[in-house]
């Protein structure tokens, strides 16, 4: 089992509201992401870190922001959120190292957090 | 064109079958190669890494072709536990993202 948590799992909230979905790992990653997935559709990197203070966006634009202050800790912000917003936003983490075939490249997800803009 | 493209299914197979789904990657300089399962309003797991000789764990059968770009998996004896969606995913250099697929959509019927 997985030690990567992420809370609320689930979020109803108007337009207009800040709100941060948090992410944890115990297992001392390095790398950390953020997803977004709708229903049924595939996933979409939006955000990734290499290590403490480093962030970068991912493949698909997003409007929201994250931090990596510290190694077991990636929170998610939405300054204004919007209907749009709404979707699945899963955090995973990763040891790192880039061996062929092998499971240091493993991806490990929490359970996501749905978010519901209304 | 999508870096790691599957077939979407859905697949829809009876309890007992046998079912190969495929996937190809674009980017030559994939160096890592897994199938991770999605449950419906799930998060994704690891099922197996694929390695280029291909390797077996128990009814899942996985194989890689690095001339064709391509990756199969193949599942023996379907359950109906086995129904999920079956997600590609590569790891290209230097290795710190990992690129899914869409997914492959598979029904098991008893």
């Known amino acids: 089992e997985a030690d990567i948590y992420q809370t609320p799992r689930y979020l109803v909230i108007g337009t207009g509201k800040k709100i941060t979905l948090e992410c944890s790992q115990t297992?001392?990653?390095?790398?950390m992401y953020w997803y977004q997935q709708d229903p049924g559709m595939e996933l979409h990197l939006i955000h990734y870190s290499y290590g403490v203070n480093s962030t970068e966006k991912g493949d698909l634009s997003s409007e929201s922001t994250v931090s990596r202050i510290r190694t077991e800790h990636f929170p998610l912000t939405l300054e204004s959120a919007r209907p749009s917003h709404t979707s699945q936003y899963l955090c995973a983490s990763m040891r790192g190292g880039a061996l062929s075939g092998s499971t240091h490249n493993e991806q490990f997800f929490g359970p996501g957090t749905r978010l519901t803009v209304l | 064109r999508k870096e790691v493209e599957q077939d979407p299914g859905p697949f829809n197979v009876p309890e007992g079958a046998t079912v190969a789904f495929n996937c190809t990657y674009s980017?030559?300089?994939?160096?890592?190669f897994f199938w991770y399962r999605q449950d419906c309003r799930k998060e994704p797991k690891l099922l197996m890494s694929?390695?280029?000789s291909g390797n077996e764990d128990g009814r899942f059968t996985a194989q890689l072709n690095r001339a064709s770009q391509y990756i199969s998996l193949l599942i023996r004896d379907s359950k109906l536990s086995d129904s999920a969606t079956y997600l590609c995913?590569?790891?290209?250099?230097?290795?710190?993202?990992?690129?899914f697929g869409a997914g492959t959509i598979l029904r098991v019927k008893s």
């Open positions: 995913v590569v790891n290209i250099w230097p290795g710190n993202k990992l690129v």
């Open positions: 694929v390695y280029s």
């Open positions: 297992m001392g990653h390095d790398k």
């Open positions: 980017n030559s300089a994939s160096q890592s």
